[in-house]
C-alpha cells in the first residue's frame, strides 16, 4: 500500500504560477511513475502529467505542455507539479497518482491515489 498526499493548491490568478507537491510513503518501492491527474467540475478525470522515477522521463498532456513542469526529489519520496501561466480552464482538482510504469499510469492505470487538492484560476 503506498499513501500520497497532495499539497500546494489554492487560488491564483489567470497568467500566475502555483506549485503542488505528493508525499509518497509506505510500499514506494512500486511506484514506477508517478503522475498527476487533474478533475474539472462535471468533467471526467484526466492525465496531466508523468515522471519516470528512476530516469526522470516526463511527459505531459498536450493540454498543459509548456506551461507545467513535473519534477521529483527521490530522497524525499516526492514529487512536485510547477504550474506556470495558469488558465481559468485548469481550474480542477489536482490528484496525484503512482503506478508500475509511465505508459500504464497515462492510461489510468494506477494503483494509489492521492485525496487531491484544489486548484483555483480566476480570470
Known amino acids: 500500500q503506498v499513501q500520497l498526499v497532495e499539497s500546494g493548491g489554492g487560488l491564483a490568478q489567470a497568467g500566475g504560477s502555483l506549485r503542488l507537491a505528493c508525499a509518497a510513503s509506505?510500499?514506494?518501492?512500486?511506484?514506477?511513475?508517478m503522475g498527476w491527474f487533474r478533475q474539472a467540475p462535471g468533467k471526467e478525470r484526466e492525465f496531466v502529467a508523468t515522471?519516470?522515477?528512476?530516469?526522470?522521463?516526463?511527459y505531459y498532456a498536450d493540454s498543459v505542455k509548456g506551461r507545467f513542469t513535473m519534477s521529483k526529489d527521490n530522497a524525499k519520496n516526492m514529487v512536485y507539479l510547477q504550474m506556470d501561466s495558469l488558465k481559468p480552464e485548469d481550474t480542477a482538482i489536482y490528484y496525484c497518482?503512482?503506478?508500475?510504469?509511465?505508459?500504464?499510469?497515462?492510461?489510468?492505470?494506477?494503483?494509489?491515489w492521492g485525496q487531491g487538492t484544489q486548484v483555483t484560476v480566476s480570470s
Open positions: 509506505g510500499r514506494t518501492f512500486s511506484n514506477n511513475a
Open positions: 497518482a503512482a503506478s508500475t510504469s509511465s505508459s500504464n499510469l497515462q492510461l489510468g492505470l494506477v494503483h494509489s
Open positions: 515522471i519516470h522515477w528512476s530516469s526522470g522521463y516526463t
